[in-house]
């Protein structure tokens, strides 16, 4: 079983969906449980005979030993303080990207404390085995189950057995491929670059992806 922390939002949800759909027993975590359980039945009656539930977001943690975050930035800080000391054993995949817009522009927000969420989850969940990706899906894209799914998806963290277990589960959605880019550090640029996408996106009007070329 997977956990989707921050699973109702539109990146959580559409993951959730496509994980369920490759045969994951899914968990959907949410700060109410009420609205947790809500999407899980949404997606149960769009995939039927998927494993789907829902349940608090710290319920969640207890339940299960691999996790996806996709909460919100603003609401990492509460989410640590509640819950941190209960990740530590865990693989921890950071979905998290701190967008902010400065005239109408996408840039990444500054982390306090640390140059990328990735970093900022590797230095505080001690014990968690920390990966970021998936930051560079498009949520539209992940939600609509009849879409195809396309891109590369870019893993970053200091555990490379870590990254190894993420790129399995990345190979089980058709149409991804995981690209291994080494430490933690990395998330700096893939927050970045997930930032320049949302840019891409709104001057075209579009929903795009990443392809690294030259990768095997």
Known sequence: MIALLGGTGALGSGLALRLAAAGEAVLIGSRIAARAREAARRIAAALPG????????????????????????????ELLAAAGPRLAGKLVIDAIVPLAFVHGVATVAPVPGAGSVGELLDRRLTGARVVSAFKTLP??????????????????????????????????????????????????????????????????????????????
Do not use: H, K, S, W
């Not at 894209?141 to 870590?162: N, Q, S, Y």
């Not at 149409?175 to 840019?199: F, P, Q, S, T, Y």
């Open 139 to 216: 949520a539209g894209m992940l939600g609509e189950p009849l879409r195809p799914l396309e891109g590369d998806v870019v893993l970053c963290g200091e555990d490379a057995t870590a990254r190894a277990e993420v790129g399995v589960l990345v190979g089980r959605l058709p149409g991804l491929r995981a690209v291994d880019a080494g430490g933690i550090v990395n998330a700096r640029a893939l927050e970045a670059l997930a930032a320049l996408l949302v840019n891409v996106n709104r001057r075209y009007r579009a929903e795009t992806t990443v392809r690294i070329l030259g990768v095997p």
């Open 50 to 77: 998927a494993q789907v539930d829902g349940c608090q977001n710290v319920d969640a943690i207890e339940r299960v030993e691999r996790l996806v975050l996709a909460v919100p930035f603003d609401g990492l800080e």
